[in-house]
């Protein structure tokens, strides 16, 4: 049965079913699984089979973009029962999709995790220029840079925000965190990021150490 509806999700998410996607992870969620098995093998495992579909034109943008739109109702439907918003103030974030990338998805599932790890989130959206991470970053007075790409060719641009950084003499005062699909440890150290982390779940416990142990230095 658990089985059954964990399908039917997936199912419904490739076809952009965002209402019937919605009823089924508040069915779900009724019934009483787990909200991390819902997300993983319901939600993100359409969104696989959507991907490799598209990486061999059997379906189009449009079709991608339903599926998208039916990915954040159903995680809409998870937030407030993946997230339990931490009372301590842990730290400010400053996050992002980078210039040239509209993916957002995953970058809005660091959102939510960073939320309930209680950091205070400045999201700004999508297609944000490394000029843009800073002014916002100094303006707020952030602990932490996140950036996420999911495009190869949008990806040096985590790296221009770093050599801004430097230019500035303020690489230091931040912590820089990068991640998305095609994004590594590797890159990260390439390009003089702090932290890679393949989630967003380790992303927001990465987060949150980091920032205790610089507070602590
Ligand atoms: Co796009 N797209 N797309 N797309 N799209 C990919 C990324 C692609 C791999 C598809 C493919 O070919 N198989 C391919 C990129 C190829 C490449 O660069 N090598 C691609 C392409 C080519 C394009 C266009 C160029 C297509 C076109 O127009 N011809 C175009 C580019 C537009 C642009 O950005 N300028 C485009 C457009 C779109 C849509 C708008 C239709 C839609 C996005 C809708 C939206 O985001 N609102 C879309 C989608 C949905 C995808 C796929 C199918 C799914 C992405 C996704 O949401 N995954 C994707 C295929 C794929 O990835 N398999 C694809 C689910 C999400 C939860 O995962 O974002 O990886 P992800 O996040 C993960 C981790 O990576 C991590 O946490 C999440 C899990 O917990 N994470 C972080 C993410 N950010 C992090 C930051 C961190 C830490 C972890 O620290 C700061």
Redesign the pocket.
Same mark, same amino acid.
């Given at each position: 049965m658990a089985e059954t509806i964990i399908t039917e999700i997936s199912e419904f998410l490739q076809k952009g079913r965002a209402k019937n996607v919605k009823a089924l992870v508040q069915q779900a969620l009724d019934e009483g699984m787990d909200p991390k098995v819902i997300l993983n093998e319901g939600l993100?495992d359409g969104?696989?089979i959507? /991907? #490799?579909k598209?990486?061999k034109n059997e379906i189009f943008?449009p079709e991608?973009?339903v &599926? %998208?739109r039916a990915?954040?109702a159903g995680i809409a439907i998870l937030e407030p029962k993946l997230v339990e918003v931490g009372n301590e103030p842990v730290g400010k974030a400053v996050?992002g999709t980078v210039k #040239? @990338? $509209?993916? @957002?998805? /995953?970058?809005n $599932?660091?959102v939510m995790m960073l939320r309930g790890a209680g950091f205070e989130i400045h999201d700004m959206g999508?297609?944000v220029a490394p000029e843009a991470f800073i002014e916002k970053a100094e303006e707020v007075g952030a602990d932490v840079i996140?950036?996420? &790409?999911?495009?190869?060719?949008?990806m040096p641009n985590m790296e221009d925000l770093i050599t801004e950084l430097k230019t500035r003499g303020l690489r230091d005062k931040y912590i820089v965190?990068?991640? /998305? &699909? =095609?994004?590594n440890d590797t890159f990260a150290q390439q390009i003089g990021a702090d932290y890679?982390? =393949?989630? %967003? &779940?380790? %992303?927001a416990e990465k987060a949150k150490e980091a920032v205790m142990a610089k507070k602590a230095s």
């Amino acid at each position: 049965m658990a089985e059954t509806i964990i399908t039917e999700i997936s199912e419904f998410l490739q076809k952009g079913r965002a209402k019937n996607v919605k009823a089924l992870v508040q069915q779900a969620l009724d019934e009483g699984m787990d909200p991390k098995v819902i997300l993983n093998e319901g939600l993100l495992d359409g969104m696989m089979i959507v /991907g #490799g579909k598209f990486k061999k034109n059997e379906i189009f943008v449009p079709e991608v973009l339903v &599926a %998208a739109r039916a990915m954040s109702a159903g995680i809409a439907i998870l937030e407030p029962k993946l997230v339990e918003v931490g009372n301590e103030p842990v730290g400010k974030a400053v996050i992002g999709t980078v210039k #040239g @990338d $509209l993916h @957002d998805i /995953g970058k809005n $599932l660091v959102v939510m995790m960073l939320r309930g790890a209680g950091f205070e989130i400045h999201d700004m959206g999508v297609d944000v220029a490394p000029e843009a991470f800073i002014e916002k970053a100094e303006e707020v007075g952030a602990d932490v840079i996140c950036m996420s &790409a999911l495009l190869t060719t949008t990806m040096p641009n985590m790296e221009d925000l770093i050599t801004e950084l430097k230019t500035r003499g303020l690489r230091d005062k931040y912590i820089v965190m990068v991640g /998305g &699909a =095609p994004v590594n440890d590797t890159f990260a150290q390439q390009i003089g990021a702090d932290y890679y982390t =393949p989630d %967003a &779940a380790s %992303a927001a416990e990465k987060a949150k150490e980091a920032v205790m142990a610089k507070k602590a230095s």
